[in-house]
């Protein structure tokens, strides 16, 4: 890793450490970074986690613990080790056992297991986040470690020859197994990390993933849940076609989803508006899912404070949630419709591009003022 030299023009190399020199432990700080902040793990895989347990040890007959285990978009287990600045020589058996484990796992089982998890760690409703993590509009659609598909990812700054050769045979023998090469740089008195998959290369795995997807895609045990994607396929590129046609600006750089919502830009980070697709309705809402929860609310408040005003400036009574308990906050209007009804499509597209445009006209500058306030402290 380097630092650019902007007066010197030049390219400065970093001063790579490890971590025990730097002072950080296994359990206590890597752990606890990955666990807290799983997008750095999600980006380096090219596919968001959900982390639902750490340290587990509910396996009957052993006292065993796997350090993090999350759930993948596709629903399946992900098993976790870390290592700090050496990968072991007995990390590969240790995470095979831990996935066979798993891999009996059944869908109430991951619900508790996930729950006690919250329940440590601040609250939440399980099923709720796993449902919205999926993007399924309804439980009883979601699917949760189906078959042997369970994946394992080992972490550490230095990967023994003995763990790549395995993790290779591993891959080669369709388990979705790959090592994460976390490496620590001095930076003055700071220290950063460096995340890099090294099996397989990302261009290797976006192949791989592809495979994967096409297989998945043809077991009929999971063909009514394929059957839905390509339903809120078709039914996103018919929208974003329309919107398009019209020069909504916003959607330029969208393609169709198989999930149920669909964010377009507002122009502030970490809010957006939201269309959903469900199986028997449809829906609009401003999001305000910045990062931390005391700041989406204060948002939230001061833009409740003109609720009058924008609800008669949007020209008809919107559904204002604060959601508490949550971390994010939203405003929305829904419409409950067929959605399996293609012929109800063109109606749904009308119906969902009118709200757009008057959300959008009637929320943009109030929340640009909103964000602002909470951004310079006045509220």
């Not at 995470?95 to 796992?105: E, F, I, N």
């Not at 919205?132 to 009883?140: H, I, P, S």
Request: glycine letters at 6%; a negative charge; aromatic letters at 8%.
């Amino acid at each position: 890793m380097f630092q650019v030299d902007r007066p010197a023009n030049r390219l400065r190399r970093l001063a790579r450490t490890t971590f025990s020199d730097a002072g950080f432990t296994e359990r206590g700080h890597l752990q606890e970074w990955l666990a807290a902040g799983p997008d750095a793990l999600g980006q380096t895989l090219g596919d968001d986690l959900l982390i639902i347990q750490k340290e587990f040890d509910g396996f009957d007959g052993t006292r065993e613990r796997l350090d993090l285990l999350a759930l993948d978009r596709q629903g399946q287990l992900v098993v976790i080790e870390n290592k700090l600045d050496d990968s072991g020589r007995d990390v590969v058996w240790q995470a095979l056992k831990y996935a066979a484990y798993c891999s009996s796992l059944k869908k109430a089982e991951i619900v508790d297991i996930f729950q006690r998890y919250l329940d440590r760690s601040g609250g939440g409703d399980a099923t709720e986040t796993i449902r919205e993590f999926l993007g399924e509009d309804a439980w009883e659609e979601v699917i949760l470690n189906a078959g042997n598909d369970q994946r394992i990812v080992f972490i550490a700054a230095n990967f023994r020859r003995e763990v790549t050769a395995t993790v290779l045979w591993l891959r080669e023998h369709g388990i979705d197994a790959r090592c994460i090469r976390v490496v620590p740089y001095r930076f003055g008195e700071e220290v950063l990390v460096d995340l890099q998959q090294v099996i397989p290369t990302p261009e290797a795995a976006d192949y791989m993933i592809r495979i994967a997807q096409k297989e998945t895609e043809q077991k009929s045990a999971l063909g009514a849940r394929d059957n839905r994607h390509d339903r809120r396929m078709a039914f996103w590129d018919e929208l974003l076609s329309e919107m398009r046609s019209q020069n909504i600006q916003a959607v330029s750089g969208l393609s169709p989803s198989k999930y149920y919502w669909l964010n377009t830009s507002v122009g502030i980070t970490g809010c957006s508006i939201t269309f959903h697709f469900l199986k028997d309705q449809i829906g609009i809402q401003l999001e305000i899912k910045r990062p931390t929860q005391a700041e989406n609310k204060r948002i939230f408040d001061n833009l409740e404070k003109g609720q009058s005003e924008l609800d008669t400036a949007f020209g008809e009574p919107l559904i204002w949630e604060r959601k508490d308990a949550k971390v994010r906050s939203h405003i929305r209007l829904h419409l409950p419709i067929d959605t399996k009804e293609a012929d109800n499509w063109p109606e749904m597209i009308a119906w969902m591009i009118d709200k757009w445009r008057r959300v959008e006209s009637t929320f943009s500058e109030p929340l640009r003022e909103a964000v602002a306030r909470v951004e310079g402290g006045r509220s």
